[in-house]
DNA sequence: CGCGACGTTGATTTGCCTCAACGATTGTGG
DNA sequence: CCACAATCGTTGAGGCAAATCAACGTCGCG
């Protein structure tokens, strides 16, 4: 059930059977059924979510009601929305569910526990953060600096499966450009 | 001379006096006059960097020979091309003075014993990552969301003291839209 | 079956870029 | 101390990449 989790972590950290169980003891399994909710704009963002199988998907609503998806977790990522989980505050993300998806979860006060009973636990969520920045300065300077099409490619480059298993339209929103201009990229790589 | 990193670093973790003149201990102080560099693309970055005094530049530059910043750092920001740093291999990133800056660095090395010796510094860079995490989000949802108009309007009440000494095509620069666009931008606002 | 979700295609519009010229300011070397 | 260059911002004209709007085909599913 949590030997994912585990892996996960012990890519950065290594655990000692006592703080594997403790560390187990925090976790919680969940499902979340395809197009269902895990977290909603205005709730406050209590966990800290790992994917075990699946596809999830974060997005904001601006004014004009368009959705914007700041990023997906498949198999082996962490997600959350982490402004209104470290303010314990209401949000404006919402997470939802592409595919049938089994998640991890940790709340808060277990991870704040977590990290004075066992400190390496700092360590592996500051290395999951170092790689998080890293990839966030990299997408920034894509959609700052390449054209559409550049951009797309980009992203199925760097991502291939998500290109498989995400919805065009889901792409489209994520890279900042329409559903048509993806379709119209696709149509020119075709003929070459 | 190190008062202001250890007030930065005071607001979330506590140290003790030993734990403080260690610190010191493996810290460097270095001026860098405008225009000079502090890293160069194909040079490994092998310090973490804060600023003390003065602005320095963060940028890429694109097949193109385009620079395309990826952020600014003045007093009491931390900068680093971080991708480089962790892998100790040569980046593509610049940074660069646009005033005459003082800054305090931290060899790799010497952090990573850091973290060994007093691991409350994982947690302090855990929690400057994070607040990174979040600020990386907001960017590039506002970059994939808003008009030039609004992300312009968006930096300038982010960021006030920014947009008063950096030159705006180096705004325009990290916003990903043209100089011009922003003067267009502003003399619209006149008018009203 | 019928509906909703998804992708495609074409016609048209538009926000922003490109290119070019110019003024103001700052800096610098003779 | 001045001449000149470099840097920076502004403005206008024109062009283009991508958005918008609209219609249609297909697929999967309740």
């Not at 909710?37 to 699946?54: A, H, Q």
Request: aromatic content about 12%; charged content about 25%.
């Amino acid at each position: 059930m949590f030997e994912s989790i585990i892996q996960n972590i012990s890519r950065h950290i290594q655990l000692n059977e006592a703080e594997t169980s403790f560390f187990i003891s925090l976790l919680k399994y969940r499902t979340i059924r395809k197009r269902q909710f895990l977290l909603k704009s205005g709730e406050i963002s209590r966990c800290e979510t790992f994917v075990v199988k699946g596809l999830l998907r974060n997005y904001t609503v601006d004014k004009s009601g368009y959705e914007h998806v700041a990023m997906f977790a498949m198999e082996d990522w962490w997600v959350s929305d982490l402004y209104s989980f470290l303010t314990q505050t209401p949000g404006n993300q919402f997470i939802d569910a592409l595919e049938d998806t089994d998640v991890i979860q940790i709340e808060k006060s277990d991870i704040e526990r977590l990290y004075i009973e066992v400190p390496k636990f700092e360590r592996f969520f500051r290395i999951l953060l170092q790689n998080a920045y890293v990839a966030h300065q990299q997408r920034i300077l894509s959609s700052i600096s390449l054209t559409a099409e550049e951009q797309y490619l980009a992203f199925i480059r760097k991502y291939p499966s998500l290109e498989q298993r995400v919805p065009q339209h889901q792409v489209a929103s994520y890279l900042g450009i329409t559903p048509e201009t993806i379709s119209r990229i696709r149509r020119s790589m075709m003929k070459v």
